[in-house]
């Protein structure tokens, strides 16, 4: 089976500084990549996703990952931190067998902007 | 507003009852997804039903069950509660075969059992 592995269960960034959170999968060929974003009190809402062609993948509130196969890696970064992206970031990969589709998770990273 | 409504949000309870956590999903998804969070086990899968039918089971303990109804809403059972059951409880549905999307997430209901 698929699985994810999130290093660094927190991070903490200065506001205006870069935003890093690594993901690394295992397999060798990885149909899909997500990476989803949990605010405080909150589910889950898709920050970006990975299917097939280009590499860098653009989310939504300025995030952005790159899907690299040499290094098996998905990271998630964004060029500027802001306070509202504090929040906890969750990578995520589809497990599919028997016809069902099931998303396995990291352990999530908690990301910390400090002003 | 992700379209996925979990009721009720709060659930506080004692040790040894049985309470009903209910899920209605995206308008036109046909599966359903149970997922437990807590803090040591983090996002664990618990079980996906699709059209009415269980389709997967993750790691759900026997204590619990789930149906999904005719209209697609589902309930997740939860019975004999322990103290270790205290956690966050979503539901996530998914419109299509094809996992090109991800799933939409409900906004969870947190139970604790006291």
């Known amino acids: 089976a698929q699985s994810v592995t999130q290093l660094g269960s927190h991070v903490s960034v200065s506001e205006g500084a870069l935003v890093l959170l690594r993901c690394n999968y295992s397999s060798s060929v990885p149909p899909y990549l997500f990476w989803y974003v949990q605010y405080p009190n909150q589910g889950l809402q898709l920050l970006l996703k990975y299917t097939t062609g280009a590499t860098l993948v653009k989310g939504i509130n300025g995030f952005e990952a790159e899907f690299k196969k040499s290094e098996t890696s998905f990271h998630l970064t964004k060029p500027s931190a802001h306070m509202s992206d504090a929040a906890e970031y969750f990578c995520a990969v589809p497990y599919s067998g028997a016809g069902s589709y099931q998303l396995t998770f990291g352990k999530g990273t908690k990301l910390s902007v400090i002003p | 507003d992700s379209g996925v409504t979990q009721t009720p949000k709060h659930l506080i309870t004692a040790t040894g009852q049985r309470v009903t956590l209910r899920c209605s999903p995206r308008?036109?998804?046909?599966?359903v997804y149970w997922y437990q969070q807590s803090l040591d086990q983090g996002l664990q899968f618990l079980i996906q039903?699709?059209?009415?039918?269980?389709?997967a089971k993750g790691n759900i303990l026997e204590r619990f069950s789930a149906q999904q109804f005719p209209d697609l809403h589902s309930e997740l059972n939860l019975s004999s509660l322990e103290l270790g059951d205290s956690a966050l409880y979503f539901c996530?549905?998914?419109?299509?075969?094809?996992?090109?999307?991800?799933?939409?997430f409900g906004s969870g209901t947190r139970l604790t059992v006291v």
């Open positions: 996530a549905s998914w419109g299509g075969t094809v996992p090109n999307y991800g799933y939409t």
């Open positions: 039903y699709y059209n009415g039918e269980e389709r």
């Open positions: 308008s036109g998804d046909l599966s």
